[in-house]
């Protein structure tokens, strides 16, 4: 059994391509995947709020791939932006990776992250059976 989106009809649709909540199949593995952030492999920070997010998903995806999972298997998405106003950016950005996955999701703004060029940052919890 594959994990199961839920999106009750009875709440608000997500706003954007989340779900409300995952079931996850009983058995499963689960991964933890710490902060990512729009650093390349060679140490550079991309330039804007849409690369960086496309490097912090292809980072996240880049560690579940070494466990054999994929974004189909993220249940969990926890995302900060230094700004509010990179929202539609980070949208984009995020949706170009992660495809048709829509795992239940959190999207904060914070003040600061590890460095002042860093805008965006990702941790992802992925479970697959």
Do not use: C
């Amino acid at each position: 059994m594959p994990n199961k989106s839920i999106v009750p009809d009875t709440i608000a649709k997500p706003g954007s391509r989340y779900s409300h909540g995952i079931e996850v199949a009983p058995n499963a593995r689960w991964v933890y995947v710490s902060g990512q952030v729009g650093w390349s492999p060679d140490g550079r920070i991309e330039e804007g709020i849409e690369a960086q997010t496309r490097r912090a998903f292809q980072n996240v995806l880049a560690v579940l791939a070494e466990a054999g999972m994929g974004a189909e298997d993220i249940v969990r998405l926890n995302s900060y932006l230094t700004d509010a106003a990179d929202v539609p950016r980070f949208r984009a950005g995020r949706d170009a990776v992660m495809g048709d996955a829509m795992p239940a999701s959190t999207l904060v703004v914070v003040d600061a992250l590890i460095h002042p060029d860093l805008k965006v940052e990702v941790e992802a919890v992925a479970a697959k059976a």
